[in-house]
């Protein structure tokens, strides 16, 4: 079964701490990608991932990406209240012959606290 | 740049109606991805479009059906409507995608189509 499991569901930090939001998958893939949604809202592109070794870096948040051990990590350096939000990882499961398959990760919820 | 556009913004539906929903990428786009996102969880992919072919298929009953038109625009179709349908749409669009090995893949998402189904 294709599954992609993110670990916290809830994560409730203080400004100014660091954090570590986990993404495991189930099957291979070289192709991951972060996402951050509002309440309400739609979602936000934050890191296209694509070869082991991967990482990017935007800001506060640190993503990387170790193919070998199905695993991902986004990194919070410094949490600010800006970044309360639900973050999703998704994994693109496709076939050598084109065809896409992507799946979502449970979301990690982020509150940042003053 | 407009961005990824979606209509319409909230839809209500009874049991057993039928909906389309509408896309439009941003402007050269060729790919456009539709998902199913229930409210407190992640969003479930249905379909991928790459040049008005199917690229790829999530596990959605065949009740669940898209096009996509030469202007690369987009249509969602859903018959006989259940309970469980109701949820938030999303088209989200990218470019070039569709397996052609450029990376980039970035998929940028519209604003979704809120569907309840009484």
């Known amino acids: 079964e294709l599954k992609v499991e993110q670990n916290p569901l809830f994560l409730s930090m203080q400004e100014g701490k660091n954090y570590t939001i986990y993404c495991n998958y189930s099957?291979?893939?070289?192709?991951l990608y972060w996402y951050r949604q509002d309440p309400g809202k739609s979602l936000e592109s934050l890191f296209v991932?694509?070869?082991?070794?991967a990482v990017k870096q935007e800001g506060r948040l640190m993503a990387s990406l170790d193919t070998k051990a199905r695993l991902s990590t986004l990194h919070i350096t410094a949490a600010v209240h800006d970044l309360s939000a639900t973050y999703f990882c998704?994994?693109?499961?496709?076939?050598?012959?084109?065809?896409?398959?992507?799946?979502f990760g449970t979301g990690t919820r982020l509150k940042v606290l003053a | 740049d407009a961005g990824v556009t979606q209509s319409p913004t909230h839809l209500i539906k009874t049991r057993g109606q039928h909906v389309t929903l509408r896309c439009s990428p941003i402007?050269?786009?060729?790919?456009v991805s539709w998902y199913q996102q229930v409210l407190g969880q992640g969003p479930q992919f249905i379909f991928q479009?790459?040049?008005?072919?199917?690229?790829g298929r999530g596990n959605f009953p065949d009740r669940f059906s898209a096009r996509q038109f030469p202007n690369y625009s987009s249509e969602l179709n859903v018959n006989a409507l259940l309970l469980g349908d109701s949820a938030l749409y999303l088209c989200?669009?990218?470019?070039?995608?569709?397996?052609?090995?450029?990376?980039?893949?970035?998929?940028?998402f519209g604003p979704g189509t809120r569907l309840t189904v009484l």
């Open positions: 989200a669009s990218s470019f070039p995608g569709g397996g052609t090995g450029v990376d980039t893949d970035t998929q940028y």
């Open positions: 099957t291979t893939s070289d192709r």
């Open positions: 991932l694509l070869s082991n070794g």
């Open positions: 998704a994994v693109d499961m496709g076939s050598p012959s084109g065809t896409y398959k992507y799946i």
């Open positions: 402007s050269g786009h060729k790919s």
């Open positions: 479009y790459y040049e008005k072919e199917e690229r």
